[in-house]
């Protein structure tokens, strides 16, 4: 398999004008895109597609302490880019409902946080949808923290970078699925293409309403332009309760690099602007020759013996 | 053919060009970036050492096998579940999931200890000794414990001075040779937790 197959060019990256490198890619197959589901109904909260993220991407361990439930950490961490969330709801008749949600990078299709990001290269997006951050080219603003209508990247105070789940992409980029993915005992977290997800989903979500869960829904939200970490939600009534957002939305930056972006293409009107009318001015007056004086200095220049 | 700054500087740019023009592409060398980090490693099978469900596991070890080089010693780089196990299909639990830790743990013995009888500290003792000492130990409580015959007159040859509990991780041979082992001594209680 070349990169091409698998989505690896790519399509977009942070602060870069549309991308002119990707000339090889053949536009008349669209590009293999690729997505997680998590089924938060078949999901157990046994937390191994944590300990995997950890132990494939080198996380530092950070100690936990007891302060709610079955929950290990408080909150994402630059150390531990996928958590389990627990959260119990009193619901309207009086029964409870454990709810557990897998939080990490959701991925998606129009990513606020690359739309926030300042630093050329930083945030990429790749043809496949997986939204990497590179580390190298971070500068530590956090734009992409206030970008995020998801609030997942977080900011390493050592290292002064941002850090986030970065779907696996080495090993997306092997063909291997994500280490949470294969970690998963109960098979709740998938991968495959978006297309296949998607039929996954809406098969299971139609199941869950048989079942009784009227409000089932598959969290792939248009406001954001689609998921490439899609939920199959069983209760979704209550959607803000797993800590999902109803109507996520990419708001347009207003940082001021971007204003100074947006300078930038005025910028170089004016300069394509000038340089027309430099051409223009040119072809109409024509080369001017030296008047006949100077001629006659520097034909006796040329005579005379130099020294 | 003679080569001044000024041709090298032309041949440079002309070559440049050329190369842009062939479609020469930055593209992917900036699209990877992270390298598999099991990409040169070889893979050792395994069995989790935890439950009785007996997950396989594959061991990425690095610096073995054809992958050996002069300055490395092999050395664990990953775990992960094997997808061609019928009993796990590839996945693990969380406590399987961080069998790193096990491996690599700073507070694993990797020698022998003997604590004597009063004493309130370990001290570290050599294979040999503590091979030897377990075999004086273990005969001493066979020759005390041994039952011949039983109440009415049977031979049994029973080794009741003994008991084998085994873990998770005995595989069928192993189990097979603890067996043999363990009934010529004359051992009855056998138990393990791997139903396997």
Redesign the interface.
Known sequence: MTTTDLGLTIRRQSATPASGTNIRRDHSTPALEISKLVDIDLCIGCKACEVACKEWNDLQVEETHLFSGYQSHPDLTPHTWDLMRFNEVELAGGALAWLIRKDSCLHCEEPGCLLACPAPGAVIQYENGIVDFNQDACIGCQYCVSGCPFDIPRFDTVTKKVYKCTLCIDRVSTGLEPACVKACPTGAIRFGTKEDMLAYGLEKVEKLKARGFSEAMLYDPVGVGGLHMMYVVPRGEILEQYGLPVDPTVTAPTSFPSLIGALRKVGATASWAGLLAAAVYFLKTGKRYPPPEEEAVAAAYEKAPHG | MKVTRRTFIQGGVVGAAALAGL?F????A????????I?RASEVRSVCPYCAVGCSMIAYVGGQGKTQSFNTTPHLI????D?DSPV?G?????K???T?QLALSSDRIEHPRYRAPGANEWTRISWDEALDRLARLMKDARDERFVATDADGNTVNRNEGFAWGGGATITNEEGYLVTKFMRALGVVGLEQQARL
């Open positions: 479609g592409d930055l593209a992917p900036q699209a990877m970036i992270k390298d598999l980090k990409s990953h775990i992960e579940g997808p796990n590839g996945s693990l639990c969380p399987g999931a961080a790193m």
